[in-house]
């Protein structure tokens, strides 16, 4: 990255210091937060509110899968609405659509179910390529991966905020006010941002009218790099595995181990905050040592580990044991994002950080939009949550034996 950036004005900005990068560090944290809390949230209802919508409870990858498809679709052509309107602006609509699926969701039907999960999913394609927008103009080259790995812990911190309140929230007042309340502390933060778009969004433009060509030039960017490429195809995988663990270990837990659903909540939650701890502490490594290549096939060893273990849950584990192993799971499943992120925008240049990440996104949720829909019909086919951890398992391990044992390209 270089040392100083250009501004719309044609003048160069001062270079990116420690103390410059915790504003954008905090917005973007805030806002990587709700969007998580409000896809993840869908999740942890299911198990009640699939009653009311007409649908057996293993339906939540279906559903969760439709979110990732409005991810898939969107994230790719980001980079232009980010051009247009501005990072900050575009996190407001995010987080006002997400607002709107969860709202649709409070309509108990199948299909006010599948408006939300798409709503909730066009408003989650871009929240990422936006902040990596933002950081990678306001954060030092040798505290990127460290910075966008903090950022990153949004994604389980909003997790582990769906995991401890929505399942009170069901409790108290029924599921689809939850649906409500986790949807209407979004629309708060969009009020919060609000001043700040005069000093994120000033390098505004027209840019030109959004065609396929366009549309599909990210994924060119990508296909054309081979280490953005391999890395790429490394999330494709990797994704599977940690929305396997999100969208399906509570109904496991529940269904298999016959526990409750604030106990279930609980363990999703712990799994979500060692998350927020391996992101960080991987983040800083990677930062220290560098390779994070290397690190990435590390993570994907320990992320089969956590599986296979969690495959062999029966109802006569001690619950502190299940606790533990959702914890090493949640670390190695839940941490990899901001050391993949920080990788892509290390390789593309500040003016392309976010036209990249929105390309590389998209194979991320591909993989989660391919991989869910094939976990439900693995637990369909054999009746075991544990024989379609398994399979996940199995594929992870070989990426993260190619991440760790094959050359890097040139």
Same mark, same amino acid.
């Given at each position: 990255?270089?040392?100083?950036?250009?501004?719309a004005?044609?003048?160069?900005?001062?270079?990116?210091?420690?103390? $410059?990068?915790?504003?954008?560090?905090?917005?973007? #944290?805030?806002?990587?937060?709700?969007?998580?809390?409000?896809?993840?949230?869908?999740?942890?209802m299911?198990?009640?509110?699939?009653?009311?919508?007409?649908?057996p409870?293993?339906?939540?990858?279906?559903?969760?899968?439709?979110?990732y498809?409005?991810?898939?679709?969107f994230?790719?052509?980001?980079? &232009?609405?980010?051009?247009?309107f501005?990072? =900050?602006?575009?996190?407001? =609509?995010?987080?006002?659509?997400?607002?709107?699926?969860?709202?649709? !969701?409070?309509?108990?039907?199948?299909?006010?179910a599948?408006?939300?999960?798409?709503? %909730?999913?066009?408003?989650? $394609?871009?929240?990422?390529?936006?902040?990596? &927008?933002?950081?990678?103009?306001?954060?030092?080259?040798?505290?990127? *991966?460290?910075?966008?790995?903090?950022?990153?812990?949004?994604?389980?911190?909003?997790?582990?905020?769906?995991g401890?309140?929505?399942?009170?929230?069901?409790?108290?007042?029924?599921?689809?006010?939850?649906? %409500?309340?986790?949807?209407? *502390?979004?629309?708060?933060?969009?009020?919060l941002? &609000?001043? +700040?778009?005069?000093? !994120?969004?000033?390098?505004?433009?027209?840019p030109?009218?959004?065609t396929?060509?366009s549309?599909?030039?990210?994924?060119?960017?990508?296909?054309? &790099?081979?280490? #953005?490429?391999?890395i790429?195809?490394? *999330?494709?995988? !990797?994704?599977?595995?940690?929305?396997? /663990?999100?969208?399906?270990?509570?109904?496991? /837990?529940i269904?298999?181990?016959?526990?409750?659903?604030?106990?279930?909540? %609980?363990?999703?939650?712990?799994?979500q905050?060692? $998350?927020?701890?391996?992101?960080?502490?991987?983040?800083?490594?990677?930062?220290?040592?560098?390779?994070?290549?290397?690190?990435?096939?590390?993570?994907? +060893?320990?992320?089969?580990?956590?599986?296979?273990?969690a495959?062999?849950?029966?109802?006569?584990w001690?619950?502190?044991? =299940?606790?533990?192993?959702? @914890?090493?799971?949640?670390?190695?499943?839940?941490?990899?994002?901001?050391?993949?992120?920080?990788?892509?925008?290390?390789?593309?240049?500040?003016?392309?950080? $976010?036209?990249?990440t @929105?390309?590389?996104?998209?194979?991320? +949720? %591909?993989?989660?939009?391919?991989?869910?829909?094939?976990?439900?019909?693995?637990?369909?086919?054999? @009746?075991?949550?544990a024989?379609?951890?398994?399979?996940?398992?199995?594929?992870?391990?070989?990426?993260?034996?190619?991440?760790?044992?094959?050359?890097?390209?040139?």
């Amino acid at each position: 990255m270089e040392s100083r950036s250009p501004t719309a004005a044609g003048r160069e900005a001062p270079a990116p210091t420690r103390a $410059g990068v915790v504003l954008p560090v905090a917005l973007t #944290l805030a806002v990587q937060v709700l969007a998580s809390m409000n896809t993840v949230a869908v999740a942890v209802m299911m198990p009640v509110a699939s009653v009311d919508i007409g649908v057996p409870p293993s339906y939540v990858g279906i559903f969760v899968s439709l979110i990732y498809l409005g991810a898939t679709l969107f994230a790719p052509v980001s980079g &232009h609405a980010i051009t247009r309107f501005g990072p =900050i602006a575009v996190s407001q =609509i995010c987080l006002s659509l997400c607002a709107a699926g969860l709202a649709a !969701y409070s309509m108990p039907a199948v299909a006010m179910a599948v408006l939300g999960s798409l709503a %909730l999913g066009v408003g989650l $394609g871009p929240v990422t390529p936006a902040s990596s &927008h933002i950081l990678v103009r306001t954060t030092p080259a040798t505290m990127l *991966s460290m910075v966008f790995s903090i950022k990153q812990t949004g994604v389980p911190l909003g997790g582990a905020l769906a995991g401890a309140i929505v399942p009170l929230l069901v409790v108290a007042c029924g599921w689809r006010t939850a649906a %409500l309340l986790a949807g209407a *502390s979004s629309l708060v933060l969009v009020a919060l941002l &609000h001043p +700040f778009r005069g000093r !994120y969004d000033r390098e505004r433009s027209r840019p030109p009218r959004l065609t396929w060509q366009s549309a599909l030039a990210p994924l060119k960017m990508v296909m054309a &790099h081979p280490e #953005l490429r391999r890395i790429a195809m490394a *999330s494709f995988v !990797y994704s599977i595995m940690q929305l396997s /663990l999100t969208s399906y270990l509570v109904t496991y /837990l529940i269904q298999s181990l016959r526990l409750s659903l604030i106990d279930a909540g %609980l363990l999703l939650a712990a799994a979500q905050v060692s $998350g927020v701890a391996g992101r960080i502490l991987w983040g800083a490594l990677t930062d220290r040592y560098g390779n994070p290549r290397r690190v990435l096939g590390l993570l994907g +060893f320990g992320m089969t580990a956590g599986a296979l273990l969690a495959a062999g849950f029966s109802p006569g584990w001690p619950f502190a044991a =299940i606790l533990g192993v959702c @914890g090493v799971f949640g670390a190695a499943a839940l941490g990899w994002n901001g050391v993949f992120l920080a990788e892509v925008a290390r390789i593309a240049t500040p003016a392309q950080a $976010g036209v990249a990440t @929105g390309g590389s996104l998209f194979f991320t +949720f %591909l993989g989660i939009l391919l991989g869910l829909p094939a976990f439900a019909g693995i637990v369909e086919l054999t @009746g075991s949550y544990a024989a379609a951890f398994v399979c996940v398992a199995a594929i992870t391990f070989a990426c993260a034996a190619a991440l760790c044992f094959t050359r890097a390209p040139r």
